[in-house]
T-cell receptor, first 116, second 114 residues
């Protein structure tokens, strides 16, 4: 069974602060993928990043960065210099492709509120 | 690039009515997934289809059924609607031939049951 835990249900920051969203996962599969999605108030799921289990390199994309640590089964997401437009619900998700297709398991999500 | 198309985007139904949601996957994607996201909840996996056959089943109620057609589009049929069925329904697609583990999501269909 797979499980994704996002312990932070809601985080409030002031613009320009840095913020880290935590994600801890559980899986027995040796090959798996981790994802982060952003869901703004409009409702669509916006893909942010995919990381496979064999690639532990951290990644930076603009103000976003991700820290994947297999030893602690964590895949944390940091937004640097947050902006109001970053306000959304962020989901961490896990898939362990078997036979070619993948079912995503989502965490409960973290609502990020960035105030001016 | 073509994305996953869902229709309708919004749907309002009365209790005990029936609703049908449609999903058109990305061209050459052979697998379709349905997810249900209740208010304030995370998306929950309902069901998936690979090459028109059910490939996996999640927490889909017996009142719901789904299928994938020969053109790979999928329909989710919901009968005897209940207030609790009000949710955002996402369809996603992927390709087993180019399996990166990523699901490509549509924009969702918002069902409101009154």
């Amino acid at each position: 069974a797979q499980k994704v835990t996002q312990a932070q249900t809601e985080i409030s920051v002031v613009e320009k602060e840095d913020v880290t969203l935590d994600c801890v996962y559980e899986t027995r599969d040796t090959t798996y993928y981790l994802f982060w999605y952003k869901q703004p108030p409009s409702g669509e799921l916006v893909f942010l990043i995919r990381r496979n289990s064999f690639d532990e390199q951290n990644e930076i994309s603009g103000r976003y960065s991700w820290n994947f640590q297999k030893s602690t089964s964590s895949f944390n997401f940091t937004i640097t210099a947050s902006q109001v437009v970053d306000s959304a619900v962020y989901f961490c998700a896990l898939s362990a492709p078997n036979s070619g297709y993948s079912t995503l398991t989502f965490g409960k999500g973290t609502m990020l509120l960035v105030s001016p | 690039a073509a994305g996953v198309i869902q229709s309708p985007r919004h749907l309002i139904k009365e209790k005990r009515e029936t609703a049908t949601l449609k999903c058109y996957p990305i061209p050459r994607h052979d697998t379709v997934y349905w997810y249900q996201q209740g208010p304030g909840q995370d998306p929950q996996f309902l069901i998936s289809f690979y090459e028109k056959m059910q490939s996996d089943k999640g927490s889909i109620p017996d009142r719901f059924s789904a299928q994938q057609f020969s053109d790979y589009h999928s329909e989710l049929n919901m009968s005897s609607l209940e207030l609790g069925d009000s949710a955002l329904y996402f369809c996603a697609s992927s390709s087993t031939y180019n399996n990166t583990g990523e699901l490509f999501f549509g924009e969702g269909s918002r069902l409101t049951v009154l």
